[in-house]
C-alpha cells in the first residue's frame, strides 16, 4: 500500500495570521485524514467561521472538526489543560460538532496543572504570556524533576496512579508558597500584605489576588484536574500509542500538521525573551506531531497583510512604537485589559484617525477597522507595517513552498491615510545604528534598535468581491509580485474578506515564472528594486 504524506501549516509573524482558515480550505479538497497539532496548548486562538456567519474559536483542539471525516490529533509536543479541554473546550463546540472518535490528545502530553497557571501568572507579566500555564508546563518537561518529585507530569502519568499525580501537584504548589514566603493559610497571608505594606486593590498587586484566589481553592483544583483527565479518558479522547499517527500514514492517510503559534515568536529564532515557549518551525512537527520525517510533503506559510503582535516584546514597523506597545498592554485596576474592542469603539472614530499623521493614532485605526483583538486574551493588537525582512527570514528558515497573505483586502484602508500619502508602507531593509543591515538581528536588544527602511507601494479600492486573478486591479498583483521577488517565495492565495470563500487563489505556472525571474532581479544589490520602479512609487528611509 501507498503511504500517505504530510503537510504542515505554519504562522510566519506572531501568531494570528489565519491559520485555521488556511487549514479548513486546505480539509476541503478532501486530500486529508486527520489534522494533528504538534506544539504549544490551550495559549493558541484559531478562529473559524461557521457556515452560518458565526465565529469558532479553538484553543487546543485542531481546526479540523467541521469535517466530519477528519480527525483531531494533539502530539506529544503540545501541553494539555485538561480542565480546560475536558470542561471548557469541548462543551462549547456547537451542537452540531460531534468529536467522538474524532479526538485524539496523546497521553505523551505534559499536562499544564493548575500550579503551572498560577506560576504563569505570577511571573508572565515582562513578556506578557496568555496566563495559561503554557511556558511553566515546557519548563517542567524540560527539568523532568526537581529532586525526587516528578515534574514532567504527562496525561499518562496522571491516569497510571492520579493518587500519587494529586501529592506530586500538590507539593510542586506548596514549594512555590515557600519560594514566596507566602505561608500556607490565608490569614497568615493577609498579615503578610500587611506586613509588607500591600494593598490588594492596588494593580501592581494583582498578582496577589490570584495568589489568595488560588490559595483558597487549591486542593479542589487539583481535584477537578484530576477529574477532567478522567473524563477525557472516559470519551475516548486519549491516544495512549505514540505510533498511532504513524499508522495512520503508513496505510495511506494523510495528515495536515497545524503549527500554532509562529515563527515571530519561535523559542529559539524569536526575540528571546519575548518569545512563547515551544519551537513553531514547520521541521518541529516531525518531533512534536509524533511523525517521521520521512513522509514530508509540503509547508504552507501564512502571513497577514496587517501585521500584528499581542504581548511584549521587539516590532519593527509597529505603528506607534513603545507607545503602541504599551497602550496595549495596559490593564485596570481589576487586571482587566484597559482597552478592549468595545473600549475602542466608545472612545475613537477610526475613520477620523485613519486620516491622522500620528502614527499610534493610525495603528489604532487600522486595528479598529480590521478587527485585530487577541482571540484568546481580547487584548488589542499591536499593529504594524508588512515586514518583508522578516517574512522572508521567517519563509527562509521554515521552508515556506506555498505563501498564503489573509487580509489583503484591509490594505485599502490605507487609501485615506495622509502619513503615507494614501500608498502602502512596506519595509524592505532594516538599518541598525544608521548602518543598513542584510539580515534580521538575533537580539531583543538590536532588534528594538532597528530602524526600519520603507517601499511604498500603489494602495487599490475593495476587492472583497474578487474572486479571479483576472479581476485583481494591477495594483494587487503588483503587491503581491512584489512580496514573490523580496521573498523568492510563491504566493499561492490571498484573502480578500474573512470568509472560507473569500480567497483568490495564483495558479501556479504563472508564479513558477515569477519566482525565476525574481531570483535573476535581486541577485544584484538594489538591480530588483530599480527593475520595480513602475510599482515602488517612493523608496525612504524613516530616519
Ligand atoms: P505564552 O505562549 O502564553 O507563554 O506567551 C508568550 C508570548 O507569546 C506572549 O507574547 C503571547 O502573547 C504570545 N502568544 C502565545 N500564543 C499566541 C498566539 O496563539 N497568537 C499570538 N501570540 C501568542
Not at 530602524?451 to 476587492?463: H, K
Amino acid at each position: 500500500m501507498q503511504p500517505g504524506y504530510a503537510d504542515i501549516i505554519v504562522g510566519l509573524d506572531y501568531g494570528d495570521e489565519g491559520k485555521a482558515r488556511i487549514t479548513d480550505i486546505k480539509l476541503e479538497s478532501g486530500n486529508y485524514s486527520v489534522v494533528a497539532r504538534f506544539n504549544g496548548g490551550n495559549n493558541a486562538g484559531h478562529t473559524l467561521i461557521l457556515a452560518d456567519g458565526s465565529k469558532l474559536v479553538l484553543h487546543s483542539v485542531p481546526s479540523g472538526v467541521l469535517y466530519k471525516n477528519i480527525i483531531n490529533y494533539i502530539g506529544s509536543g503540545c501541553v494539555v489543560d485538561p480542565v480546560f479541554v475536558a470542561f471548557t473546550e469541548i462543551p462549547g463546540m456547537p451542537k452540531s460538532i460531534d468529536l467522538t472518535g474524532r479526538l485524539k490528545i496523546s497521553t505523551l502530553c505534559t499536562a499544564i496543572t493548575p500550579v503551572h497557571i498560577l506560576w504563569d501568572r505570577l511571573t508572565g507579566a515582562l513578556i506578557g504570556t496568555t496566563g495559561r500555564g503554557i511556558g511553566p508546563a515546557y519548563t517542567d518537561k524540560a527539568r523532568r524533576t526537581d529532586g525526587d518529585v516528578l515534574r514532567n507530569i504527562r496525561l499518562a502519568d496522571i491516569l497510571i496512579d492520579s493518587e500519587q499525580a494529586r501529592k506530586t501537584i500538590l507539593a510542586h504548589y506548596n514549594k512555590i508558597l515557600q519560594l514566596l514566603h507566602f505561608p500556607n493559610n490565608l490569614v497568615m497571608l493577609s498579615a503578610y500584605c500587611l506586613k509588607n505594606g500591600l494593598k490588594f486593590e492596588n494593580a501592581s498587586q494583582v498578582e496577589l489576588v490570584q495568589i489568595f484566589d488560588h490559595h483558597q481553592d487549591m486542593q479542589e483544583q487539583i481535584k477537578n484536574f484530576i477529574d477532567a483527565c478522567k473524563d477525557l479518558k472516559r470519551n475516548g479522547f486519549l491516544e495512549p500509542d505514540p505510533l498511532w499517527l504513524t499508522k495512520q500514514v503508513e496505510v495511506g492517510q494523510n495528515v495536515l500538521m497545524e503549527g500554532a503559534q509562529a515563527y515571530g515568536i519561535d523559542v529559539t529564532y524569536g526575540a528571546v525573551p519575548y518569545t512563547t515557549s515551544s519551537s513553531t518551525v514547520a521541521s518541529n512537527a516531525y518531533v512534536g506531531g509524533d511523525l517521521s520525517a520521512k513522509f514530508h510533503r509540503k509547508v504552507f506559510g501564512v502571513t497577514k497583510a496587517i501585521c500584528s503582535r499581542v504581548g511584549a516584546g521587539p516590532f519593527v514597523g509597529e505603528f506607534g512604537g513603545s507607545e503602541s506597545e504599551t497602550y496595549c498592554a495596559a490593564k485596570d485596576e481589576k487586571g482587566q485589559v484597559l482597552y478592549p474592542q468595545t473600549k475602542e469603539k466608545a472612545m475613537y472614530n477610526p475613520d477620523e484617525l485613519m486620516k491622522s499623521e500620528n502614527v499610534l493614532e493610525l495603528g489604532i485605526a487600522l486595528r479598529m477597522k480590521t478587527g485585530e483583538y487577541g482571540a484568546t486574551t481580547g487584548r488589542p493588537r499591536r499593529i504594524g507595517m508588512v515586514d518583508l525582512m522578516r517574512l522572508k527570514s521567517a519563509i527562509h528558515r521554515t521552508g515556506v513552498d506555498e505563501l498564503y497573505i489573509t487580509k489583503v483586502d484591509c490594505l485599502t484602508h490605507y487609501q485615506s491615510n495622509a502619513l503615507f500619502d494614501g500608498q502602502i508602507p512596506v519595509i524592505t531593509k532594516y538599518k541598525s545604528y544608521k548602518v543598513e543591515i542584510d539580515h534580521v538581528p538575533v537580539t531583543a536588544h538590536e532588534l528594538y534598535r532597528v530602524t526600519p527602511v520603507i517601499s511604498r507601494l500603489a494602495s487599490f479600492g475593495d476587492i472583497s468581491h474578487v474572486r479571479s486573478v483576472a479581476d485583481l486591479p494591477s495594483e494587487v498583483r503588483a503587491f503581491v509580485q512584489f512580496v514573490e521577488q523580496f521573498t523568492s517565495c510563491q504566493v499561492a492565495g490571498i484573502g480578500v474578506g474573512p470568509g472560507r470563500d473569500e480567497m483568490v487563489y495564483f495558479p501556479e505556472i504563472q508564479n513558477q515564472a515569477t519566482i525565476k525571474l525574481a531570483t535573476a532581479l535581486t541577485a544584484e544589490p538594489f538591480g530588483g528594486i530599480m527593475e520595480l520602479r513602475s510599482w515602488i512609487l517612493e523608496v525612504f528611509s524613516l530616519i
